[in-house]
C-alpha cells in the first residue's frame, strides 16, 4: 500500500491515529481536575508539538542516515519563517504562497549552506554549520533588519499591501487562512467534565506531519536512504564502489533544510509572526536533542521526541512552588519544604536544567534514544518470558 | 595610524580571552581527543567565582553606630562587612577593592577541582564514543552548568569592578610618543592583557621544560605510542584537564571588570573560541593562541566607524567568515597539523 | 596492448625518490601480481592507480584513458574495483544490503537521486545482489550485520561487492596480510575460483610470496622504486636478481 510495507504502513497508521485523536490523548483529564494541569490538549501546544515533529522527521534524515551533526538547521527554520511571513503581509494571508515560499526559500539557503559546508566532515562541519547559523542570527538583528524587523521581528498588519486579498478594515487583526478556515478557529466538545479542542490550524499542521512522515518512510526506504546511511558507515568504502558521497550528503542537507523551512512556515501560519530567536543556536541544539532523545536514525523516533520535549517544556513551565507544595502537603511539614526547595530548581523557569540534564542521561545511558530505551524493555520482557516457558520445561525433565 | 594602534589595543582583551578559552580547548582536545563544548562553561564559572568571592568579602552583619542617628534621631544601624571585624576596616576596604585578583587565588583550587570532577565523573567515560557524542554530552553539561549559575545568580549581569587604582583609563599615545593623538585606554584592559600573555607564556613553558609537559606534547603528537611506553598518560591527561579549566577560569576571573559577568557569557565565547580552534587548526597551541589574537583584532577593525559605513554588518560576522574561508582554503587551519580530526 | 599500463612514472617525496621510472603492463585477462619488500614502493605505485597520488613524471592509463587526476569514486565507474588490506566494508548495514549498494553503483552510476523508489521493489538488483552471495558462498548470511562477520568471511563479502560490480580490473590490496595461514589459503581458493568462472583481470600487490605464486601468471619485482624484472612466476624464483633484492637490498 502507498508503496510501502506492512511495518511502515503500521508505522504510518500511529502516527495518523495519534495525531487525528491527539486532542483526545493530550486531555485525558477532566477540567477542573487537580491533573488538568497535565492536559496538553490546547491548540497553541498542539500546534507546536506537531511542527517541531516535522522539524525533527527532517534533521532526522541527515543527521539519523548520514551522521553529519548540524548544529545550524535553526537557520533554516528562521529563513522559511522569515519567507512566510513575507507571502502573508505581501500576497495573501492564505497560508498557501506562504508555505510554499518557506520550503523554497529554505531550501536555496540550505543548498548554499550546504554547498560550502559538506567541504568538509566531523567537527568542522558541526562548527561551520554552527557558523552559519550564528551568522543569519547576528545579521537577522542587524543589517537586515528592514528584512527581518530586527529584535521586534514581522507581524502582519492591517496596513500591508496583500495584493491578492480584500483589504481589511481598520481595525481588525488578520488572521491567517486557509481557503477561508482561519488558523485559530476552534472547535469545542465537551463531554462531561471533559472540553476537547479541535482546532483548524492544529489540524492543517498533522495533516504535513503526517505527508511530512510519509515521504521520510520512503526516503529511509529508498536507494537514497541506503546511500545515506553507507556514508555513514564507510565514506571510503562507498567512495570506491564508485560512489560520490557529496551530492548524497548535500541533497540529505536540502531535504532536511526544506523540511526545517516548512516547519518555519507553519510556525508563521500559526502565529502570524517571525523573529530572530528562532535562529539562536539554542534553537539548533534543540532539535539535535529531540531527535536523540526520540532515537537518531530511527522512523519515528524523532516524532516522539519532539512530542516528549515539547510537553514536558509546557508541563513543566507551568508547575510553580505553590503547585509543588500541594503535590507533597502529605508529607510532613519540613520534610515537604526540603522535598519542595530540591524540585524548584528544576520546574518553571528552570526548564532548561532538565532539559540539560536529560540530555546529558540520554547521551550518556540511551545513545539510541528512546526507541533504543522501548527494545530494550521489550527485549528484557522477551527474555524473562523465555526464560519462565524453558525453566517451565526443564523442571519436569528435572524431576524425572 | 592612531585609529590602527586603538583596534588593535581595542583588540586585545578580546582575543585574550578567545586565545586563553582556545587554548585551554586545544588543550583538552588536543591530550584527550575530545570536543569539549563546556569550556565556555568552565570560562563562566571562574567569573561567578570572582563574583562570589567579592559577595563572601562583603558579607555584613549590621552594627549600631552610636556616633550617627537616622532622621527620627534614633542610632543609625549601619552594614559592616565580617572582613573589618578580622582586619581592621583600612585593611578590610582594600580587600573588598581588590576582590577580583584576589579572586584568582579563590578560583585556582575550585576550577582544578572541577575540571578533575568533569574528566573523571563524565569525559573519561567518553574518550571512545564518537565525537558527536562528544560534543552532545559537553553540550548538555554546558546547558547545565550554566542553569545552575542562573538559579543561584540570577539571570542579570552581576557588575564587578577593577580595584580602584585601575579604574578610568590613560593616554596609551604618550607612551608611544603619541601625545594627543587620542589613544585612551583603559588600565584593565592592559592588565588583562599582561595577564593572558603571562598565562600563555606559564602554560607554554610548562609544557615545553617540564618532562610532564615534555610526555603531554608527545602525547599530543601520538597518542598510542606514548600509551605503549608504559607512562600513565591518563593521569597525566587528568591533570591536563584540570589545568585547561583554571586557565579558562582564571580567564573568567580576570575578565568581570570588563564586561559583567552572566550566566550564558560562557556559551557566548565557547562558540567563537571553537571557531578561534578551527582557524589556528585543531591540535595546534601556538595556532590557537595566534588565531585569538588575530581574530580579536580583527573584530575590533571590523567595527571601526569607516569600516561599517562600506560594510554595515561586519563586526558581526567577521570571525564567522574569516572562519569559513579559512577552512575552505586551508583545511586544517593556519597551523594545524595533518591527520586530526580527520575521520 | 594492456588494459593498465604504467609508463615511466616518478614520484618523490622531498628528497626521497619513492617510485624511479616505473613501467608496468597488465594484460586483460591476467593475473599479474606486483611484489617486493618493504619500502620498495608498492602502496606508492598503488595510490597512483587510485587518485591518491598524482606522478611527478610518466603516465597511468587503464583501457587507454588516463587515470591521473581522477577521483576514487570515478575511477571505479570506468570499471576499476578494489580490494583493501583490511576489509573495507559498510560494518552498519546487512551483508545484503553491502551487496546491493555495489549493485545500485553499477547500474545508477556515481549519483541518482532515487528518493522515492523502495530498495524492495528493484527487483533485478535483489536478485543479482542475491546471486553474487550465492556466488561467494554467504547467502544464508544475508541478513546479518557485516560487523558480525568474521575476517574471512568480511574478506568473501568486499570480494562480493566488487564482484558485483563486473569490474574489468580488480585491484588487490596484499588481500592476506594478517591472515591465518587457513584463512588464506582460503582467500587464494577464492581468488582462483573467482578468476576461473570470470576470467577478470586481477592486480595483486603482495608480500606474501606463496600467495604470489599460487595465484599469478605475471610477477614485477619492485624493488627502491624501479621495476627490476617482469616474468612468469617460474623465471622470477631463480632470478638472482630478484634474490638481492629481496635479501640484499632490504637486509
Known amino acids: 500500500m502507498l508503496g510501502l510495507n506492512k511495518k511502515d504502513v503500521g508505522l504510518l497508521l500511529v502516527v495518523i491515529v495519534l495525531t487525528v485523536f491527539a486532542p483526545f490523548i493530550l486531555n485525558p483529564f477532566p477540567e477542573g481536575s487537580a491533573l488538568a494541569q497535565f492536559n496538553a ?105 528592514p528584512i527581518t524587523g530586527g529584535e521586534t521581528g514581522l507581524q502582519p498588519k492591517v496596513s500591508d499591501p496583500r495584493i491578492f486579498d480584500a ?234 | 595610524m592612531e585609529a590602527i594602534i586603538l583596534q588593535i589595543l581595542n583588540g586585545l582583551d578580546k582575543g585574550s580571552a578567545y586565545a586563553l578559552i582556545a587554548l585551554g580547548l586545544t588543550l583538552i582536545f588536543g591530550t584527550l581527543g575530545v570536543v569539549n563544548f563546556a569550556h565556555g562553561a568552565l570560562f563562566m564559572i571562574g567569573a561567578f567565582c570572582a563574583v562570589t568571592l567579592s559577595r563572601i568579602l562583603t558579607l555584613s552583619h549590621e552594627v549600631i553606630d552610636p556616633t550617627k542617628t537616622d532622621f527620627l534621631g534614633k542610632p543609625l544601624k549601619v552594614d559592616v562587612p565580617y572582613i573589618y571585624n578580622l582586619v581592621g576596616e583600612s585593611a578590610g576596604n582594600v580587600i573588598i577593592d581588590w576582590a577580583v585578583p584576589l579572586s584568582i587565588l579563590f578560583a585556582i583550587p575550585i576550577m582544578i577541582l572541577v575540571g578533575f570532577i568533569m574528566e573523571r565523573g563524565l569525559i573519561r567515560h567518553f574518550y571512545k564514543r564518537p565525537h558527536a557524542d562528544q560534543i552532545l554530552v559537553t553540550f548538555g553539561l554546558a546547558i547545565v552548568l550554566q542553569e545552575i549559575i542562573k538559579y543561584f545568580y540570577g539571570a542579570n549581569p552581576i557588575p564587578t569592578p577593577a580595584p580602584e587604582v585601575f579604574k578610568g583609563s590613560f593616554d596609551f599615545g604618550a607612551m608611544l610618543g603619541l601625545e594627543g593623538a587620542g589613544i585612551i585606554y583603559p588600565y584593565w584592559r592592559l592588565v588583562y592583557f599582561a595577564f593572558a600573555t603571562v598565562i600563555i607564556g606559564g602554560v607554554f613553558s610548562f609544557l615545553q621544560f617540564t618532562t610532564f609537559g615534555m ?63 578551527v582557524v589556528g587548526g585543531m591540535g595546534s597551541l601556538s595556532g590557537a593562541v595566534l588565531a585569538g589574537f588575530m581574530l580579536g583584532i580583527l573584530e575590533s577593525f571590523a567595527s571601526m566607524t569607516v569600516v561599517l559605513e562600506t560594510l554595515p554588518g561586519i563586526n558581526q560576522i567577521i570571525i564567522y567568515l574569516v572562519a569559513m574561508i579559512v577552512l575552505l582554503t586551508r583545511p586544517r587551519g593556519l597551523m594545524g597539523k595533518a591527520g586530526v580530526m580527520e575521520e | 596492448m594492456g588494459i593498465l599500463e604504467v609508463k615511466g612514472v616518478n614520484k618523490s617525496f622531498g628528497g626521497l625518490q619513492a617510485l624511479n621510472d616505473v613501467n608496468l603492463n597488465v594484460e586483460e585477462g591476467t593475473v599479474h601480481a606486483i611484489i617486493g619488500p618493504n619500502g620498495a614502493g608498492k602502496s606508492t605505485l598503488l595510490n597512483c592507480f587510485i587518485g591518491k597520488l598524482i606522478p611527478d613524471s610518466g603516465t597511468v592509463t587503464f583501457d587507454n584513458e588516463s587515470l591521473l587526476g581522477r577521483k576514487p569514486h570515478q575511477i571505479n565507474q570506468m570499471g576499476v574495483s578494489r580490494v583493501f588490506q583490511t576489509p573495507e566494508i559498510f560494518s552498519d548495514l546487512t551483508v545484503f544490503e553491502n ?48 560487523s558480525s562477520m568474521s575476517r574471512g568471511d568480511k574478506r568473501r563479502l568486499e570480494m562480493a561487492m566488487c564482484l558485483a560490480q563486473d569490474p574489468k580490473l580488480l585491484l588487490l590490496d596484499e588481500p592476506t596480510a594478517g591472515m591465518a595461514r587457513a584463512d588464506t589459503n582460503n582467500t587464494i581458493d577464492l581468488l582462483k575460483e573467482i578468476q576461473e568462472a570470470r576470467g577478470i583481470t586481477m592486480a595483486i600487490i603482495e608480500h606474501d610470496m606463496h600467495v604470489v605464486f599460487s595465484l599469478a601468471e605475471k610477477i614485477s619485482v619492485l624493488a627502491q622504486g624501479t621495476v627490476i624484472v617482469e616474468d612468469a612466476p617460474e623465471n622470477i624464483k631463480g632470478n638472482p636478481k630478484v634474490q638481492e633484492a629481496y635479501l640484499g637490498g632490504a637486509h
Request: net charge neutral; with cysteine; aromatic share 12%.
Open chain 1, 41 to 145: 490538549g490546547y491548540p497553541d501546544l498542539m500546534q507546536r508539538l506537531v511542527i517541531f515533529g516535522i522539524f525533527a522527521i527532517g534533521f532526522n534524515i541527515l543527521f539519523g542516515l548520514t551522521g553529519y551533526l548540524s548544529f545550524g538547521h535553526a537557520a533554516f527554520l528562521g529563513a522559511g519563517s522569515y519567507a512566510g511571513i513575507w507571502m502573508i503581509k505581501l500576497l495573501t494571508l492564505n497560508i498557501v504562497p506562504a508555505i510554499i515560499a518557506s520550503i523554497v526559500v529554505a531550501g536555496l539557503f540550505s543548498l548554499l549552506v550546504g554547498w560550502i559546508s559538506l567541504r568538509r566532515s566531523g567537527i568542522y562541519f558541526s562548527i561551520l554549520t554552527l557558523a552559519f547559523a550564528q551568522m543569519s542570527y547576528s545579521l537577522a538583528y542587524s543589517v537586515l533588519t
Open chain 1, 167 to 400: 483589504a481589511l478594515a481598520e481595525g481588525t487583526t488578520p488572521r491567517a487562512n486557509f481557503f477561508g478556515m482561519f488558523m485559530n478557529d476552534s472547535y469545542e466538545l465537551v463531554l462531561g467534565g471533559w472540553v476537547f479542542t479541535f482546532n483548524v490550524g492544529y489540524y492543517i499542521a498533522a495533516l504535513f506531519l503526517v505527508i511530512a512522515f510519509y515521504i521520510s518512510i520512503r526516503i529511509f526506504r529508498s536507494p537514497f536512504g541506503l546511500m545515506l546511511r553507507a556514508v555513514k558507515s564507510n565514506q571510503q568504502r562507498l567512495n570506491y564502489t564508485g560512489i560520490e558521497s557529496r551530492p548524497y550528503t548535500l541533497a540529505a542537507f536540502v531535504i532536511s533544510g526544506m523540511y526545517a523551512g516548512l516547519a518555519g512556515g507553519l510556525l508563521v501560519a500559526m502565529d502570524t509572526q517571525a523573529g530572530a530567536e528562532r535562529m539562536f543556536w539554542t534553537a539548533s541544539g534543540e532539535v539535535v536533542l529531540m531527535t536523540i532523545l526520540g532515537g537518531a536514525g530511527t522512523l519515528i523516533g524523532p516524532v516522539l521526541g519532539a512530542g516528549f520535549i515539547k510537553y514536558f517544556e509546557n508541563i513543566v513551565s507551568k508547575i510553580n512552588e505553590s503547585v509543588l507544595q500541594a503535590w507533597f502537603s502529605f508529607m510532613p511539614e519540613g520534610m515537604q519544604d526540603l522535598v519542595v526547595s530540591i524540585f524548584y530548581p528544576f520546574i518553571g523557569k528552570g526548564w532548561h536544567l532538565t532539559l540539560g540534564i536529560i540530555f546529558m542521561l540520554v547521551v550518556i545511558f540511551l545513545p539510541g534514544g528512546l526507541m533504543e530505551g522501548g527494545q530494550r524493555i521489550s527485549n528484557l520482557f522477551k527474555k524473562k518470558s523465555n526464560t519462565d516457558s524453558g525453566s517451565g520445561k526443564s523442571s519436569p525433565a528435572a524431576a524425572e
Open chain 2, 215 to 277: 610526555v603531554v606534547r608527545a602525547g599530543m603528537a601520538d597518542r598510542e605510542t606514548v600509551g605503549l611506553l608504559g607512562i600513565n598518560i591518563d593521569k597525566r591527561f587528568t591533570i591536563m584537564f584540570g589545568l585547561a579549566a583554571a586557565v579558562a577560569g582564571l580567564a573568567g576571573v580576570m575578565y568581570t571588570p570588563i564586561n559583567s559577568p552572566n550566566y550564558h557569557m560562557g556559551m557566548d565565547f565557547l562558540v567563537l573560541s571553537f571557531v578561534v580552534v
Open chain 3, 99 to 146: 551487496v546491493i549498494i555495489a549493485c545500485f553503483a553499477k547500474r545508477d552510476g556515481a549519483f541518482e537521486l532515487n528518493a522515492l523508489s523502495s530498495v524492495a521493489s528493484q527487483t533485478d538488483m535483489q536478485e543479482k545482489a542475491a546471486q553474487m552471495l550465492i556466488d561467494v558462498n554467504m547467502i544464508d548470511k544475508r541478513d546479518e550485520m557485516a
